[in-house]
């Protein structure tokens, strides 16, 4: 039990495709967060919900929408993909306060658009 | 705007012995913490050590060990009697004090530990 549940695992879709990433944190935290991880790079920031606040990288194309639905959930909406958003698609979780909370994450999805 | 970086993309380290990784930031704030992260092949990152940049003493958990120099921007992550379950990709990271959103990362140091 890693506390941060992200399904699927793995994830193989068709630039014309929809398909919803899923994330559940049972940490009792409220701040979550999505990020990009391609090879060779920094983890990139793409949203954070916070506090019922959303936050986002300008940088992130439209074609992912995130969605926020409770503190414990998060969705990335993805549609009309590119084959360069092929990635590793990691969730966190962290409680926002007055001191430091360090990110808590998840498996992540392998995201592979052909 | 802050950043992380790793100069270091691969480092290998004999069972048991010791491997310093490297890592500087840049950044304006007097006030911040600074992470070293651990991705196993599991994916999953996980917290290694935590420095608050107000804290002089280097933080230590097991046989990880920090050395942190604010002066410097420089917070290397020492691993003392590695183990092969060491092996992994370690990123570090900055976050200014009282953001919610902005855990800026390196790009990773592949660590190979040898049998």
């Known amino acids: 039990e890693t506390g941060v549940t992200q399904t699927p695992r793995h994830l193989v879709m068709g630039m014309t495709n929809k398909k919803s990433l899923k994330c559940e944190q049972h940490l009792g935290h409220n701040a979550m967060y999505w990020y990009k991880q391609s090879a060779k790079k920094p983890l990139e920031l793409m949203f954070v919900?916070?506090?019922?606040?959303?936050?986002e990288n300008n940088s992130v194309p439209s074609r992912f929408s995130p969605e926020c639905p409770n503190s414990s959930h998060l969705f990335l909406h993805l549609h009309t993909l590119q084959p360069e958003d092929s990635a590793l698609y990691l969730c966190?979780?962290?409680?926002?306060?007055?001191?430091?909370?360090?990110?808590?994450f998840g498996n992540g999805t392998r995201l592979t658009v052909t | 705007a802050q950043t992380v970086t790793q100069s270091q993309p691969e480092m290998s380290v004999q069972e048991a012995e010791t491997v310093t990784l490297s890592c500087t930031y840049d950044t304006s704030e007097s006030d911040y913490y600074l992470f070293w992260y651990k991705q196993p092949p599991s994916r999953q990152m996980i917290l290694v050590i935590r420095q608050e940049a107000y804290k002089q003493q280097n933080a230590t958990e097991n046989r990880f060990s920090v050395n942190f120099q604010k002066a410097a921007k420089s917070f290397s992550l020492k691993i003392s009697d590695s183990q092969l379950g060491d092996a992994a990709m370690y990123f570090c990271?900055?976050?200014?004090?009282?953001?919610?959103?902005?855990?800026?990362f390196g790009s990773g140091t592949q660590l190979t530990v040898l049998p």
């Open positions: 919900y916070s506090l019922e606040e959303r936050v």
């Open positions: 966190a979780s962290s409680q926002v306060s007055a001191g430091y909370s360090p990110l808590h």
């Open positions: 990271a900055y976050r200014r004090s009282g953001s919610a959103r902005q855990l800026t």
